[in-house]
Each structure stands twice: as structure tokens, then as C-alpha cells.
């Protein structure tokens, strides 16, 4: 587990042959993102790299539902 800007991620790695899934999930909101990386490099980058897929969704959702909504 992984704390973003204030919030708690959850981090799950799954082997699939020549490459690693990785899946981040927002405790708060439940919204899941996952990516597929190169399984030499470090699970830090990985995480690093979803973090930054799963704060683009966020704010993304954010801005879709408009202001004061989170």
C-alpha cells in the first residue's frame, strides 16, 4: 500500500509470461487502473507509473463531475 497526495492505493503485481500487470486502486473511491511493465525493472517504477495512470483517471473523473463533487 501506497499513500498519493493524502490518499491510500492499494498495489497488486501479477506475472503473465514476459511481462508484469499491475493494478492501483484508490481506497477511497474503489476506482481501479492497471498497466503492463517490463518485470526487470523495479516494483517502485512500476508503482510509480500507475500511480500516475490511476492520478490522471482520478483527476480526469474529477473534472467530469464538476466542482464540489468528490
Known amino acids: 500500500m501506497s499513500r498519493g497526495r493524502g490518499r491510500a492505493v492499494l498495489f497488486e503485481f501479477i506475472r503473465v509470461g ?4 499491475v493494478i492501483a486502486v484508490d481506497e477511497r473511491t474503489g476506482i481501479e487502473v492497471s498497466i503492463v511493465g517490463d ?3 523495479s516494483s517502485h517504477y512500476l508503482e510509480r ?3 500516475q ?3 490522471r483517471v482520478l483527476e480526469k473523473r474529477s473534472s467530469e463531475s464538476g466542482p464540489g463533487t468528490d
Open 49 to 51: 507509473v500507475a500511480m
Open 18 to 21: 514476459a511481462y508484469v500487470k
Open 39 to 41: 518485470p526487470t525493472r
Open 53 to 55: 495512470k490511476l492520478r
